[in-house]
């Protein structure tokens, strides 16, 4: 295993033996990852694995009981998730968070704004990341009516738009079709090409083993195994586990 490996050059955000326990359920148990600038890292894992508390208290949405999270040496734990914006880390949510009465444009400027682009700057970045998302076709529609796929898209857009340092994605490619994932897959290796540390939290798993340079598998909140695509594709872990040997078929692209 590489976790708590020794930070990359360029930077790195870590979760450093993260645990956390709900009412007794021990959710996450001595979690350790590690989110390099310049790399699409992955994070797979059966529902209930951890995945999202994991990326809630890399946030800063929820805390841990005991461990750290690290941004470039400094310790962030208890930073609030407003501020850890100042850190560079922005991610995008399940579900909602939209501005539903403002456009599809208006929603990307926004959080360019808050980060002190002027009012030209903003609109001009918005344009360009709708432009690099294939969104340009609903920039003036209003968040409230969007199909669910552009949904997820207009997210990924709103966390670029702060212009991050570590992007978190969690499930961006939920209700996307292959031609919209692939184009997703380019913009992430995009992204990541400009120094960008990206993590890809998905179920479609012919998306992770295409665009991720690096894979974690979580199971019943612990840390399973990691590693290189091809690497973890082929580890018996990955089918025996927890996650069956299905998810193995997807990954390697064979199932029907």
């Known amino acids: 295993m590489t976790m708590a490996a020794t930070p990359p050059a360029g930077g790195v955000l870590q979760g450093v033996s993260l645990s956390r326990a709900y009412a007794g359920v021990q959710a996450l148990s001595d979690v350790t990852i590690d989110i390099p600038t310049g790399r699409v890292t992955g994070l797979i894992g059966a529902n209930g694995a951890g995945k999202s508390t994991l990326v809630n208290i890399l946030t800063g949405y ?18 609030r998730p407003e501020r850890r914006a100042r850190f560079g880390v922005a991610r995008t949510f399940q579900h909602g968070h939209l501005f539903q009465r403002s456009t599809v444009l208006e929603n990307v400027e926004v959080p360019a704004l ?24 609903w920039i003036s529609h209003d968040a409230d009516r969007l199909p669910h796929g552009v949904e997820r898209r207009l997210g990924v857009a709103r966390a670029l738009a702060l212009r991050p340092r570590y992007v978190l994605l969690d499930e961006p490619a939920a ?23 990206v993590l890809l939290i998905d179920h479609n798993m012919p998306l992770i083993f295409a665009s991720c340079d690096h894979i974690f598998v979580l199971g019943a909140g612990k840390n ?16 025996s586990s927890y996650l ?7 990954a390697e692209g064979t199932a029907a």
């Open 62 to 79: 929820d805390l841990p009981d005991s461990g750290s999270v690290i941004a470039d040496g400094s310790d962030i734990t208890r930073v």
């Open 114 to 137: 808050a980060c002190g682009a002027g009012r030209r700057a903003a609109r001009a970045l918005a344009r360009e990341l709708l432009e690099e998302l294939n969104l340009t076709d």
């Open 175 to 197: 209700g996307l079709n292959d031609g919209e994932a692939e184009h997703l897959r380019d913009t992430m290796r995009a992204v990541a090409a400009r120094g960008v540390g």
């Open 224 to 239: 399973v195994m990691d590693g290189a695509p091809d690497a973890v594709r082929t580890d018996e872990r990955l089918a």
């Open 244 to 250: 069956g040997s299905a998810a193995k078929q997807l």
